[in-house]
C-alpha cells in the first residue's frame, strides 16, 4: 500500500476511478464539487469489489480480499477504518452523508452470487440476474440517492432500479468475449434454450455460433425495456430529470449509447469497435446533463 494512498485516500479513489471506470470518470465531473470526492470514494468501492471477482482465480485468495471487506465495513461502523485509502475516503464520505451502510453490505454480499451463476450456469436466470443487478449497480445508485439528500422518493428509488438492471445486462453483454474465453456463459440458461444456442459453440466459436445473435438480441432488449421504465418515471415532468439528481442518472446515458452501437452491429457482441471507447460518450453524458435527459 503506498504511503499516498493512505495520506491522500481521495487521489488514490479518483486515480483507481479513472484508470478502471473511464464511464463513471466522466460522471463525476458532473456532480456537485462538494460532492465529487464522495462519489468517488463510493464508486472506487464499487470498482474494488467487482475487480476481486474478476482479478482471482483461487476462490481462497477471493473469499479472503471479501473478508477483509466485510472486516471494514464494521471497522467504518465502529469508527475504525483501516489504514487502507478506499477504506479512509469511505469512512470520510460515510460520516459526511450519512450514507447507509447496509447498502455497502449488500453489494459486498452480492459480489459472490453472480461467480457461482457463471460458474454453473444452468443456475443463471433472468430472474437471478436482475437481482444480482438490484444488488449491485441498483444498490450502489441508492447510495447516491441518499448522498444527495432523495433517497426517500419512491419515483427516484424506482427508476434507479431499473436504471442498475440495464447497467449490470449491459456490461454483461460488453463483456461477454472476455467471459466466453473463461468458459463463463453470461446469457441466462432460459434464454439459449429459448433460441437453441450451445454455450459450448459459444465458447469454441465466439461470435459465429449459431443462435448468439438472437440471444444477445433478447437479452439486450431486456436492458432496453428496463431503460424505458425508468424514463417513463419521469413522465410528469416532461421527462426531464430534476437538477439534484441528474448526475445520479447519468449512469444510463453509457448502457444506452452501448445498446444502440449493439443495434447497428446487429447484436454482434463480438464486434471488435464495441470493445473500443465511444468518442462520443462524453458528449452524450454532457448532452444527458444539459437535456436533463437519459
Not at 25 to 31: A, D, E, G, R, T
Not at 146 to 165: D, Y
Not at 257 to 278: C, G, H, I, T
Amino acid at each position: 500500500m503506498s504511503t499516498r494512498g493512505v495520506s491522500d485516500p481521495f487521489a488514490h479513489c479518483r486515480d483507481l476511478v479513472q484508470k478502471r471506470d473511464y464511464e463513471g470518470f466522466l460522471i463525476s465531473k458532473f456532480y456537485p464539487a462538494e460532492l465529487q470526492d464522495a462519489y468517488i470514494a463510493l464508486r472506487a468501492f464499487f470498482i474494488e469489489l467487482a475487480m476481486v471477482q474478476e482479478s482471482v482465480s483461487n476462490p481462497v485468495i477471493g473469499n479472503m480480499r471479501m473478508q477483509f471487506w466485510r472486516d471494514a465495513l464494521k471497522s467504518l461502523s465502529d469508527g475504525r477504518p483501516p489504514k487502507h485509502p478506499i477504506a479512509l475516503a469511505l469512512h470520510e464520505t460515510t460520516r459526511k452523508y450519512k450514507v447507509p451502510m447496509y447498502h455497502l453490505k449488500r453489494i459486498l454480499d452480492a459480489r459472490v452470487c453472480l461467480y457461482f451463476e457463471l460458474e454453473t450456469p444452468t443456475h443463471l436466470t433472468v430472474d437471478s440476474l436482475t437481482t444480482h443487478a438490484e444488488s449491485t449497480s441498483s444498490t450502489f445508485l441508492y447510495l447516491l440517492l441518499s448522498m444527495v439528500n432523495e433517497s426517500s422518493s419512491p419515483t427516484f428509488s424506482h427508476a434507479a432500479s431499473h436504471v442498475g438492471v440495464a447497467q449490470t445486462i449491459t456490461t454483461l453483454l460488453r463483456a461477454l468475449p472476455y467471459h466466453a474465453s473463461k468458459r463463463h456463459m453470461i446469457i441466462p440458461a432460459e434464454i439459449t434454450a429459448r433460441q437453441g444456442l450451445s454455450q459450448e459453440d459459444v465458447f469454441r466459436h465466439g461470435g459465429t455460433a449459431k443462435g448468439l445473435d438472437d440471444a444477445v438480441f433478447e437479452l439486450a432488449t431486456v436492458a432496453n425495456d428496463h431503460l424505458i421504465t425508468a424514463r417513463e418515471m419521469f413522465k410528469d415532468t416532461g421527462g426531464k430529470v430534476p437538477g439534484v439528481v441528474r448526475p445520479v442518472f447519468l449512469a444510463a446515458v453509457p448502457a444506452a449509447v452501448y445498446l444502440e452501437r449493439l443495434e447497428k452491429v446487429n447484436f454482434d457482441a463480438f464486434r471488435p469497435s464495441l470493445q473500443q471507447r465511444s468518442w462520443r460518450l462524453p458528449w452524450r453524458i454532457w448532452l444527458g446533463h444539459y437535456q436533463a435527459k437519459f
